[in-house]
């Protein structure tokens, strides 16, 4: 019944005054048949000719009178179906007339927000199914079905689509929602593009998004323009926003370092980890939150550091950042820092309940670090017999390992950073394709296969950090690099100077200094507190002018002419730093300033933390499918033992790829094992904003309001039903009705055989002021 | 009172006197007033001598302006015979017993309906008097399917009561009935009028050549009404046809749709009278016009009486097709 009412309401503005309508069609037959049953009685002499008349005309008055009676009913029913403001499609569907395949695009956001739980206790993903199966009531058996699932990574169950509707509802039945962020932006923009391939009329096409509409699903809402174009090639149809309800999530957890290696021998490592909670929705009340950070082996059951607060929510506060810092046991430690190096996880969790707390699968958070025994760089340069010169190369072997000044400066330093030198013209890959970093103070010595030894390394995850060579004047060699990196820079260039002249014939110019208006670079933060005071004494008298503006680079040290002092590049999986100065005094006085130490420490330190994909493995979220770097070659599968998931990885051109999106979140480990290398899967903390997305946010996806619909919550199946053309037939059928009302008058005068004694003439006229009375009527 | 007695002829006045016999007189004076004659001076007798009188002849021929001046006793012989048999065949079957709803009248004593036996048995007492004032010798035949009554032939004056009581008596008797599922169709309107069948039985009995009136619907099949006439004028009788019918019956006025009850048995029926009436006047006056037709192929008078008009006309015609008859000496 409420499916036959569905289809009426697609039929008609107000159903209620069709069935009206087809009700009285009851009334004419009523009262035809109840004539028949009522004659009044009368005897005649002269049967015989009447009985033959009966014999010989009963055909044609049975014919008469089934033709009136039909226009009758014919007037009735069109009337009320006039009066209920028919929709033109409807009732061409509504005849059988209407073959015309129907594409319709549902959309299931599967994603985060949708495991959230209601006030009434059901899960959103369980609503939003109970929604779209509904709404499949209303498909008719033409119709085409596409069925995305918007929750990363977006799925197209059915590429061309299916007519089997059963399949479908139970393919739908079956879902369940997945932890990957919703992409609806993304699952829109793709339906644009199979509806520009499809080339349907928008009248022939239905895209029904059953969506919670999370403020977390909009929070990166790109190409409106696209989106804007689907509300006009289709019928839009959207659930209605879920009301807003708490949440309290990690936000996100960073340790300060990915790689972390001790200071200096004899100190007790500490990792210090940045966490960050956030909530949603009703941030008025006071509360707290006792979290636990703990520093994790995945083969071993207890935490091997855990640090516990409660942080505590003021009214209106809606994020809180704590700070803490892990301290590894010394006796465990001497075991954890490893040469070879050993990943660990770090997890940050809290328990909430339903009240404060909708969704629970983003109260957990991972992130994994390497801790090592020590880095390994390489200084290239020109060997230097000199014991007292101040080299660029002894520059940097004081810089990289400070704690070996008052030692023999020529003795190897195995430190947290071990130095190895490698003399230019002994530069291959081989010697330095097992280093962390290479750094290289005569580039312009190097040849271009030396050139390609660098770029090893950078290949494998390392860092390549160029200085200028001191005793150059033009920098050719830049070619060489830009061309073996790949790199867009400028080529050769004369260098620089603001030295005193030597006859001091003229005043010596001001050397450059740097910039205190250039932000601190990420990697350099830990040096915020100090660094107008470090930064401040630096004067730069030569220089490459590099300019590398507009082009993939960024500066992390800039002149105060704008001139970049400092450059960092991404190269393939590692980094490429350029110094434009030589370290040399006769260029800079950075290597004599205390800032040099620190920057050339920092600097290897956070890019060997975060190079080699080890950064942008820890930013993975459900629903990715990350390519493994170099160093993970000879992996097979990833592992969480815990949860019981295995992905198998497969080999491609860029490097091993999980075959299936990874969307449990959790440490994943290596298998077989190959160092310990782990990767740590998290929700996407933007899709926990629990939220409703308001109508502006929606009309701005898709090109203004009133470009869609909300699908009726009560009667879902209606809104497929009545997607129909809403050209009303109304007037139209009232013309019908009144030339029916015109033709029945003709008809039963016609019939009556109004030449019988007594009855007036027919007429026309009398006829027409008839039909204008009954309609007046 | 000349007025009042052409107002007789009127069937709404007729209706309103019970007695057969009073109606029939009136209706006889109310013609011969109309006429603004005598009813003798309308009828052809021509006088050719005197002869002497014999006891049994009829005193009224006597000549009393002869007994007057010789006081012998003369009877008036006129140049032909005069007196003819009239047979005057009344039908009596049950469609002669309807009227419709303009046929009945409102009278003191009630509302009485003036149906078509009522009619033709006015004008079948009239006749018969008109008859035996011309001392012709009348009989009366009632029948339906059959014979159903009979008086003998007489010329006597003291007949015409015994004709008026038989009138009086008859009654058409309708079968109203549904026919029931089963029903032989031989079976069905065991009332009808069956003409041949009727006319065999009156020839039978009518050895003398005579002028025979039908008054009758003549509500039966067309060929049988052919078959009857035929066999009149084989026996060389003369037929005057007074096709007795309502006016409802030559109209078909009804437009509501009702059910028809047939009065010979036929059943009943549903009918819309709008949807049928052209087909069944169409029918209807085929008939008639048949009716019509064969008896003018065999020169028999037929004239149709409405029971809604005046009986003038046809009795008018009658008087006249008498005269003829007589004029030429019989047939």
């Not at chain 1, 009426?8 to 009206?20: I, V």
């Not at chain 1, 994994?368 to 072997?397: I, K, Y």
């Not at chain 1, 190959?674 to 996407?684: E, F, I, P, S």
């Not at chain 2, 011969?32 to 001598?49: D, K, L, N, W």
């Amino acid at each position: 019944m409420t499916l036959l009412l569905a289809q009426a309401e697609g039929l008609f503005t107000n159903a209620a005054l069709a069935a009206g309508g087809a009700a009285a069609v009851s009334v004419p037959i009523a009262i035809h048949l109840l004539s028949r049953f009522r004659r009044q009685p009368r005897q005649w002499a002269a049967m015989r000719f009447l009985i033959e008349a009966i014999r010989r005309q009963r055909r044609r008055i049975q014919l008469e009178q089934l033709l009136l009676l039909l226009v009758r009913c014919l007037i009735l029913l069109l009337l009320g179906m006039a009066l209920a403001g028919p929709l033109l499609g409807g009732i061409a569907r509504g005849l059988g007339i209407d073959t015309t395949e129907r594409l319709v695009c549902i959309v299931l956001d599967d994603g985060l927000s949708t495991t959230a739980t209601n006030i009434d206790g059901r899960a959103r993903f369980d609503v939003l199914k109970e929604q779209a199966l509904k709404f499949m009531d209303g498909v008719r058996s033409s119709d085409r079905i596409m069925l995305w699932r918007s929750g990363r990574p977006i799925e197209l169950m059915y590429v061309e689509g299916t007519y089997d509707h059963d399949r479908v509802r139970e393919d739908i039945e079956r879902l369940k929602p997945r932890l990957g962020r919703s992409s609806l932006p993304e699952a829109l923009e793709q339906i644009n593009e199979r509806l520009e391939k499809e080339g349907l009329p928008a009248d022939r096409v239905v895209t029904a998004v059953f969506s919670d509409f999370a403020a977390g699903d909009a929070a990166e809402s790109r190409n409106t323009a696209a989106l804007a174009t689907l509300a006009r090639e289709s019928k839009l149809i959207l659930t209605r926003p879920m009301l807003e309800a708490p949440n309290v999530q990690v936000e996100m957890i960073a340790p300060d370092r990915l790689l972390v290696v001790p200071i200096a021998e004899g100190m007790d490592p500490t990792l210090g980890v940045e966490v960050t909670l956030r909530r949603f929705g009703n941030i008025s009340r006071e509360m707290t939150t006792p979290l636990t950070i703990a520093l994790q082996a995945e083969d071993a059951a207890a935490p091997i550091a855990v640090v516990q607060r409660t942080p505590l929510w003021t009214p209106g506060q809606s994020d809180v950042t704590l700070k803490v810092h892990l301290t590894l046991p010394a006796r465990e430690a001497d075991a954890m820092f490893t040469e070879t190096g050993r990943m660990f996880s770090i997890h940050a969790r809290f328990d909430a309940d339903e009240r404060t707390d909708v969704l629970s699968a983003d109260n957990e958070r991972f992130t994994v670090v390497e801790l090592r025994e020590r880095v390994r760089v390489a200084v290239v340069g020109q060997a230097d017999a000199s014991s007292t010169g101040l080299t660029p190369e002894r520059w940097l072997r004081f810089a990289l390992s400070p704690s070996g000044i008052d030692a023999d400066v020529d003795a190897p330093t195995f430190g947290p950073i071990e130095v190895i030198d490698v003399p230019t013209e002994a530069l291959d890959e081989q010697r330095i394709i097992a280093m962390d970093a290479v750094v290289v103070l005569r580039p312009d010595l190097l040849d271009a296969q030396q050139f390609a030894a660098l770029r090893a390394v950078t290949r494998r995850g390392g860092v390549v950090w160029c200085f200028a060579p001191a005793i150059s004047t033009t920098a050719t060699w830049l070619d060489r690099l830009s061309e073996a990196f790949a790199l867009n820079w400028p080529a050769a260039l004369e260098v620089e100077s603001r030295a005193a002249p030597d006859d001091d014939s003229a005043p010596a110019p001001n050397p450059w200094r740097i910039s205190l208006e250039q932000a601190i670079p990420e990697a350099l933060s830990l040096l915020g507190a100090d660094w107008a005071a470090l930064v401040r004494p630096i004067t730069i008298t030569r220089r490459l002018p590099v300019d590398v503006s507009g082009r993939p680079a960024s500066v992390w040290l800039a002149m105060d002419d704008g001139r970049p002092l400092l450059i960092a590049s991404d190269a393939d999986a590692g980094k490429l730093l350029l110094m434009t100065a030589a370290a040399d005094l006769d260029w800079t006085n950075l290597p004599a300033k205390p800032l040099f130490v620190p920057l050339v420490q920092e600097s290897l330190r956070s890019l060997l933390g975060s190079s080699g994909g080890r950064e942008a493995l820890t930013r993975l979220v459900s629903g990715d499918q990350p390519t493994l770097p170099l160093q993970w070659d000879g992996a097979q599968k990833l592992d969480m033992a815990e949860q019981g998931v295995s992905v198998t990885l497969r080999r491609s051109d860029e490097g091993l790829t999980p075959i299936t999106a990874l969307q449990q979140p959790g440490v994943y480990e290596a298998s077989p094992y190959l160092a310990g290398r782990k990767l740590a899967v998290n929700v996407d903390a933007v899709d926990g904003d629990t939220a409703a997305m308001d109508e502006m946010m929606l009309a701005d996806w898709f090109g203004g309001k009133n470009t869609w619909r909300w699908l009726d919550e009560s009667n879902p199946q209606a809104m497929l039903a009545a997607d129909i053309s809403r050209a009303n037939f109304g007037w139209p059928l009232l013309w019908i009705v009144l030339t029916l009302v015109l033709i029945e008058t003709l008809l039963a005068r016609w019939f009556s055989h109004a030449a019988a004694p007594g009855a007036p003439r027919f007429s026309l006229r009398r006829a027409l002021g008839q039909v204008v009375g009954k309609v007046a009527g | 009172m000349p007025a009042t007695a052409i107002n007789y002829l009127d069937p709404r006045a007729l209706a309103t006197i019970g007695s057969l016999e009073l109606r029939a007189r009136l209706i006889v004076e109310g013609l011969m007033t109309g006429m603004h004659r005598s009813p003798y001076q309308g009828i052809s007798i021509e006088f050719a001598q005197h002869r002497p009188y014999t006891p049994g002849d009829d005193i009224r021929h006597l000549d009393w302006k002869v007994y007057g001046r010789t006081d012998k006793l003369y009877l008036k012989q006129y140049q032909k015979e005069t007196n003819l048999d009239l047979v005057l065949l009344m039908d009596l079957s049950g469609s002669m017993a309807y009227a419709s709803e303009d046929q009945i009248i409102d009278t003191e004593s009630g509302r009485v309906p003036w149906r078509k036996y009522d009619h033709a048995a006015s004008m079948a007492a009239a006749l018969a008097y008109l008859g035996l004032q011309q001392q012709d010798r009348v009989g009366l035949i009632m029948f339906s399917d059959r014979l159903r009554g009979a008086t003998r032939m007489s010329n006597t004056t003291e007949h015409w009561r015994g004709i008026v009581d038989l009138l009086t008596s008859g009654r058409p008797e309708p079968d109203v009935t549904p026919i029931e599922e089963g029903t032989p169709v031989a079976a069905r309107g065991s009332r009808k009028t069956d003409l041949a069948r009727v006319f065999d039985e009156v020839l039978g009995k009518v050895t003398r050549r005579s002028v025979l009136v039908l008054l009758s619907d003549l509500f039966d099949e067309a060929d049988a009404i052919e078959r009857a006439f035929a066999r009149v004028n084989h026996r060389r009788h003369d037929l005057i046809v007074l096709q007795t019918l309502d006016p409802a019956e030559m109209e078909f006025p009804y437009r509501a749709a009702s059910e028809f009850r047939g009065l010979e048995g036929e059943g009943f029926h549903d009918v819309d009278p709008a949807a049928l009436r052209k087909e069944y006047l169409r029918l209807f006056n085929e008939h008639l016009d048949r009716v019509e037709a064969t008896a003018r192929r065999f020169r028999f008078d037929a004239l149709r009486v409405n029971t809604g008009e005046s009986l003038g006309p046809p009795l008018s015609h009658f008087l006249a097709r008498r005269a003829a008859i007589v004029n030429r000496g019989g047939k």
